[in-house]
């Protein structure tokens, strides 16, 4: 193709779409139409003439190697989970100023306890929880340890990125740190993290070691595969595809190699005994008892090996999407968007969800799930409150095992 003057630079386009004006432009035309990979076109400074890819070629290969080096700050990290049990009796029988101490435990490569102070550790601390760390292992010298507790749901308050924020308290042997007023215990009552009279906290640690610098040998910067892009890209365009699926009125064009890679059900659609009813391009399988969105959300999944995201919905639609999603997911066999939806779904159990979710995960065989919503169960108050509702009553109806299954849980308490 001929090249047309001025400096040229690569432009690497995104699925999304082209620069504007692209599409109109007939070198970019004659281009496409010679087969001409369509990530690859390089544009001219001025943003609008299209050159050979031989010359981003040539500007890749004479890039200069580069160097690099380290400032690394050693540490051993790690954490512990404390449930306490019996919130109501520690508080009215442990007096402010006492506490009870944990089991030891092994983190961040010392043994630590935790000191549980229910009616707190002196009198400024009356009416809240206090929680001290304590150092059980004979150093010679002070530990630099940077610690935080938090609640179980308090993900962001668990990474290494917010404990770095935590100045860092110098520990000797025995001794001990902490939150004086960790929790109010009216707060702690109104906060919904009391469940069955109990609830759980973590503490996270970082244990300082030396600093150190370290050089590296050149090394060229490979950057992040973008091949689920390029896949992605190729389910929007359609083009190569060689099978078309009726979903609720909505036709979808795909792949069959793609799709038989996957998904063994696929595959054995596609390529085993049924596969000669529908060898023609111009064959179109039917798939019934499924939403066109959820299908949607299926092949965006094949091809990109991440959930699709939608806008507008609210979290009651956001949860009803990963349910059907679920189920279409466990009918191709694809265990990994099964587990993702299962996740999502632990995030939108209330009482007006669970039964339904439970009686989901029974028929989809989702363990996971089903502890989730045993776990939101265990509450008295909160069942009595399920059992209200019109899902309680259809789990009854189809999973009765599920039921009985709950009912042995609560049993064991």
Same mark, same amino acid.
Not at 45 to 70: E, F, L, Q, R, Y
């Given at each position: 193709?001929? /090249?047309?003057?001025?400096?040229?630079?690569?432009? /690497? *386009?995104?699925?999304?779409?082209?620069?504007?004006?692209?599409?109109?432009?007939?070198?970019?035309?004659?281009?496409?139409?010679?087969?001409?990979?369509?990530?690859? +076109?390089?544009?001219?400074?001025?943003?609008?003439?299209?050159?050979?890819?031989?010359?981003? @070629?040539?500007?890749?290969?004479?890039?200069?190697?580069?160097?690099?080096?380290?400032? !690394?700050?050693?540490?051993?990290?790690?954490?512990? !989970?404390?449930?306490?049990?019996?919130?109501?009796?520690?508080?009215?029988?442990?007096?402010?100023?006492?506490?009870?101490?944990?089991?030891? *435990?092994? =983190?961040?490569?010392?043994?630590?306890?935790?000191?549980?102070?229910?009616?707190?550790?002196?009198?400024?601390?009356?009416?809240?929880?206090?929680? +001290?760390?304590?150092?059980?292992?004979?150093?010679?010298?002070?530990?630099? !340890?940077?610690?935080?507790?938090?609640?179980?749901?308090?993900?962001?308050?668990?990474?290494?990125?917010y404990l770095?924020?935590?100045?860092?308290?110098?520990?000797?042997?025995?001794?001990?740190?902490?939150?004086? #007023?960790?929790?109010?215990?009216?707060?702690?009552?109104?906060?919904? &993290?009391?469940?069955?009279?109990?609830?759980?906290?973590?503490?996270? $640690?970082? !244990?300082?070691?030396?600093?150190?610098?370290?050089?590296?040998?050149?090394?060229?910067?490979?950057p992040p595969?973008?091949?689920?892009?390029?896949?992605?890209?190729?389910?929007?365009?359609?083009?190569?595809?060689?099978?078309?699926?009726?979903?609720?009125?909505?036709?979808?064009?795909?792949?069959?190699?793609?799709?038989?890679?996957?998904?063994?059900?696929?595959?054995?659609?596609?390529?085993?005994?049924?596969?000669e009813a529908?060898?023609?391009?111009?064959?179109?399988?039917?798939?019934?008892?499924?939403?066109?969105?959820?299908?949607?959300?299926?092949?965006?999944? @094949?091809?990109?090996?991440?959930?699709? #995201?939608?806008?507008?919905?609210?979290?009651?639609?956001?949860?009803?999407?990963?349910?059907?999603?679920? #189920?279409?997911?466990? &009918?191709?066999?694809?265990?990994?968007?099964?587990?993702?939806?299962?996740?999502?779904?632990?995030?939108?159990?209330?009482?007006?969800?669970?039964?339904?979710?439970?009686?989901?995960?029974?028929?989809?065989?989702?363990?996971?799930?089903?502890?989730?919503?045993?776990?939101?169960?265990?509450?008295?108050?909160?069942?009595?409150?399920?059992?209200?509702?019109?899902?309680?009553?259809? $789990?009854?109806?189809?999973?009765?095992? =599920?039921?009985?299954?709950?009912?042995?849980?609560?049993?064991?308490?």
């Amino acid at each position: 193709m001929p /090249r047309r003057a001025g400096s040229a630079r690569a432009i /690497r *386009f995104t699925p999304i779409g082209l620069p504007p004006g692209a599409a109109e432009d007939p070198e970019f035309a004659a281009a496409a139409a010679a087969g001409v990979p369509w990530g690859y +076109f390089p544009i001219s400074t001025a943003g609008t003439n299209w050159v050979g890819p031989s010359s981003a @070629i040539a500007a890749a290969v004479a890039a200069p190697p580069g160097s690099s080096s380290a400032i !690394v700050a050693a540490g051993a990290r790690g954490y512990h !989970v404390l449930r306490i049990d019996g919130y109501s009796r520690t508080r009215s029988v442990v007096p402010n100023g006492k506490y009870i101490e944990s089991s030891p *435990f092994r =983190a961040a490569g010392h043994t630590w306890t935790i000191k549980y102070y229910p009616n707190g550790i002196n009198s400024r601390a009356t009416g809240c929880i206090s929680l +001290f760390l304590v150092l059980k292992d004979p150093v010679a010298d002070r530990l630099m !340890v940077q610690f935080w507790f938090s609640f179980l749901d308090q993900l962001d308050q668990q990474t290494p990125a917010y404990l770095g924020t935590i100045p860092p308290s110098k520990f000797k042997a025995d001794g001990s740190w902490g939150r004086n #007023e960790f929790i109010r215990s009216e707060n702690l009552e109104l906060s919904g &993290r009391l469940m069955d009279d109990g609830f759980t906290v973590r503490c996270d $640690l970082i !244990v300082a070691g030396e600093i150190r610098t370290e050089g590296t040998a050149p090394s060229v910067v490979v950057p992040p595969s973008d091949c689920l892009q390029h896949l992605g890209a190729l389910l929007l365009s359609g083009q190569g595809a060689d099978v078309r699926f009726l979903v609720g009125g909505k036709t979808f064009s795909a792949h069959r190699c793609v799709l038989a890679a996957r998904s063994r059900v696929f595959n054995a659609q596609l390529f085993g005994a049924m596969r000669e009813a529908i060898a023609s391009e111009e064959s179109v399988i039917q798939i019934d008892g499924m939403a066109p969105q959820v299908f949607e959300s299926l092949l965006h999944f @094949i091809y990109t090996d991440s959930l699709l #995201e939608m806008e507008g919905l609210d979290e009651a639609a956001a949860a009803a999407m990963a349910q059907h999603l679920l #189920e279409a997911a466990d &009918r191709y066999d694809l265990q990994r968007l099964k587990l993702m939806c299962e996740d999502r779904l632990c995030q939108h159990i209330d009482v007006s969800t669970v039964a339904t979710t439970l009686a989901l995960a029974e028929q989809h065989h989702c363990q996971g799930l089903k502890e989730a919503c045993y776990e939101f169960l265990r509450s008295s108050k909160t069942l009595n409150e399920v059992m209200e509702t019109d899902g309680f009553q259809h $789990l009854v109806k189809s999973c009765p095992s =599920a039921l009985f299954e709950l009912m042995s849980k609560l049993a064991e308490r």
